[in-house]
C-alpha cells in the first residue's frame, strides 16, 4: 500500500519555536508538496519540490523553509513560530507524468500558543 | 479569482439521498481530480478523470472538457459518506502543481 507519511499528528508549539514538520513517502516520486488549509480558504501550496535538493516556492512561503535532501523526505521548517502559522500541514506526492496523481499525508495539525 | 469553484459549500442530506457535487474551473485542463477528506483525517484520492465518467462503489464522477465542468454523484448516501469533497485541477505546463477548490462538506443524516 503506497504510503506518505508525516512524523506528527498534533503539535503545540510555543511563538518563537522552530518547527520541523517531517514528511516521507515510499512510492519514489519526485514531486512533493506542502500544502497549508484552513476553514474557508483551502489548501495552499507552501512549497514544492521536484528533484532532490531542488524546490519552489509556492503561494505563501513567507514565514517557511524547506528541505529536501533524499528522495523520499521533504521536511518544512517553521524558524521562528507565530501564531498565524496555526493551521493544518498536508504533504503530498504525486505519481510521474501528466497530471501525476496525488497522494496525501494523514496531516499535522499545529498549534503556536 | 478562483480558479476551481465548487458548489455548494455546505450540503445536509438523509441517508439513502442521491446527492451532487459540482466543480467549475476556468484554465485549460486534460484531467481533473476528486478528493476526500473525513473530519480530522488526510486526503485521499477517489478520481482522476480527464473525459467521460468513472464509477467506483456507489460513486460516480463526471466530465465535461468543453463545459470546463465535472460532477461527483453518492448514490444512495451514507452516514460514513460525511466528509469534505475537493476537486483539483492541475496548473502551469508540468502538471506539477495543482488548483484546488475550497470543498464541499457533506454530513449525512441517519
Known amino acids: 500500500d503506497v504510503k506518505v507519511t508525516q512524523s506528527s499528528r498534533y503539535l503545540v508549539k510555543r511563538t518563537g519555536e522552530k518547527v520541523f514538520l517531517e514528511c516521507v513517502q515510499d512510492?519514489?516520486?519526485?514531486?512533493m508538496f506542502w500544502y497549508r488549509q484552513d476553514p474557508g480558504l483551502g489548501l495552499r501550496l507552501i512549497y514544492f519540490?521536484?528533484?532532490?535538493?531542488?524546490?519552489e516556492k509556492g503561494d505563501i512561503p513567507e514565514g517557511y523553509s524547506v528541505s529536501r535532501e533524499k528522495k523520499e523526505r521533504f521536511s518544512l521548517i517553521l524558524e521562528s513560530a507565530s501564531t498565524n502559522q496555526t493551521s493544518m500541514y498536508l504533504c503530498?506526492?504525486?505519481?510521474?507524468?501528466?497530471?501525476?496523481?496525488?497522494?496525501f499525508g494523514e496531516g499535522s495539525r499545529l498549534t503556536v500558543l | 479569482k478562483n480558479e476551481v469553484e465548487q458548489s455548494p459549500q455546505n450540503l445536509t442530506a438523509q441517508e439513502g439521498e442521491f446527492i451532487t457535487i459540482n466543480c467549475s474551473y476556468s484554465?485549460?485542463?486534460?484531467?481533473l481530480h476528486w478528493l476526500q477528506q473525513h473530519p480530522g483525517g488526510g486526503i485521499v484520492s477517489l478520481f482522476m478523470?480527464?473525459?467521460g465518467k468513472k464509477k467506483h462503489g456507489r460513486l460516480i464522477a463526471t466530465i465535461n472538457i468543453q463545459e470546463k465542468h465535472s460532477s461527483l454523484h453518492i448514490t444512495a448516501s451514507h452516514p460514513r459518506d460525511s466528509a469534505v469533497y475537493i476537486c483539483?485541477?492541475?496548473?502551469?505546463?508540468?502538471?506539477?502543481?495543482?488548483?484546488f477548490g475550497t470543498g464541499t462538506s457533506l454530513t449525512v443524516i441517519p
Open positions: 503530498a506526492s504525486s505519481s510521474p507524468g501528466w497530471p501525476g496523481e496525488l497522494f
Open positions: 519540490s521536484y528533484d532532490v535538493k531542488m524546490k
Open positions: 484554465v485549460g485542463i486534460s484531467a
Open positions: 483539483a485541477v492541475p496548473s502551469g505546463n508540468t502538471g506539477n502543481q495543482f488548483y
Open positions: 512510492m519514489d516520486h519526485e514531486n
Open positions: 478523470l480527464s473525459s
